[in-house]
């Protein structure tokens, strides 16, 4: 990172990290400038940021080993159309939705451990894979370290805005179990809570509202949400309808924009554009294996297909 690049984030940082989360994420969705204000060289960095949601599936007793991580990604840039950034949400926000990018990894190290009421194999956003610790970290560190130009590196590195939901055990599980915390990487300019992000909004006035009862706000009837691949899609589905809230779904006859079919919202439901973000075709991670055994840690084979039955896992 040039040493320019890097003070301009640092300065970026002290602006934005203690405004509003819902405002800084309208914001930024938005393609406005920063809240509260800023210099022009600073509101032009502030929209060159990535968006990355983070959402952990651990054990739920001693040791609380990590074994999943959930990862979404928004990237203003895939709005470019000819030239010019395309601002307009659409019902739901599906333009801006249709862009993001989930993904599911499960750590080969830590795959067969049991993780609360997660599901690990009823992924709906995605691709699955199984990656080395590694591999998991030589990632994430790919995406908090994007250059603004790939053919002038002078130019050093995009901002991260980081976005999970309340629980900051998970952000502990990725310290210890990966030595990763995205508020101590200097790319990040932004941590934000979905939970705060609601209340802001006035979606609710419960600051612990849970993610569940979020969408159900939305009439978005969750599958699986207990597995981190699927959090990280809902919790970015979630967090940008309460940040946008009254754009999306006020009009004359809902001016508290209440959401449904209202306002820009009004051709379609919420749960209609969830289905099509499953079932659209996504892009597979560019790391790991989509096969592994949990059992021999072969990457010819599932569990389920494993010749080995004398074998009662890892250690």
């Given at each position: ?27 930024y ?11 022009v060289?600073l ?15 651990q ?56 993780a ?17 610790k ?42 210890q ?26 979606l ?34 979630s967090?940008?309808l ?6 999306l779904?006020?009009s ?10 209202h ?31 949990i ?8 569990f ?12």
């Open positions: 990172m040039s040493k320019t690049n890097s003070k301009k984030l640092e300065r970026l940082r002290d602006r934005v990290w203690t405004q509003q989360n819902s405002l800084v994420l309208q914001r969705l938005q393609g406005r400038n920063i809240p509260n204000g800023g210099t060289e509101n032009e960095l502030f929209k060159e940021a990535v968006l990355v949601t983070l959402s952990c599936d054990m739920t007793v001693s040791p609380y080993k990590l074994s999943g991580i959930g990862i979404t990604t928004f990237d203003r840039r895939s709005l470019n159309t000819e030239g010019l950034i395309d601002t307009s949400a659409g019902p739901h926000a599906e333009n801006y939705l249709s862009h993001i990018w989930s993904m599911h990894l499960r750590l080969q190290e830590h795959a067969h451990l049991p609360g009421n997660s599901n690990p194999d009823a992924y709906h956003f995605g691709t699955s894979a199984f990656a080395s590694d591999e998991v970290v030589d990632f994430l560190t790919q995406i908090w370290t994007q250059p603004m130009d790939e053919e002038n590196l002078e130019l050093g590195l995009r901002p991260v805005i980081c976005l999970q939901h309340g629980n900051m055990y998970e952000l502990a599980a990725l310290w179990d990966l030595g990763f915390d995205p508020a101590k990487i200097g790319t990040t300019i932004a941590m934000l809570d979905g939970q705060v992000i609601a209340e802001q909004s006035k609710t006035r419960n600051p612990y509202a849970e993610l569940d009862y979020l969408l159900a706000q939305y009439k978005i009837q969750p599958k699986d949400s207990g597995n981190c691949g699927n959090a990280a899609a809902y919790i970015t589905i967090s940008m309460s940040a946008l809230r009254k754009h779904y006020q004359p006859s809902n001016p508290k924009a209440k959401p449904g079919k306002g820009q919202s009004a051709s379609k439901t919420a749960q209609s554009v969830v289905n099509e973000l499953m079932e659209r075709p996504t892009p597979a991670p560019p790391v790991g294996t989509e096969v592994f055994c059992r021999c840690v072969s990457s010819d084979h599932f389920t297909e494993c010749p080995h039955s004398d074998l009662d896992g890892l250690e």
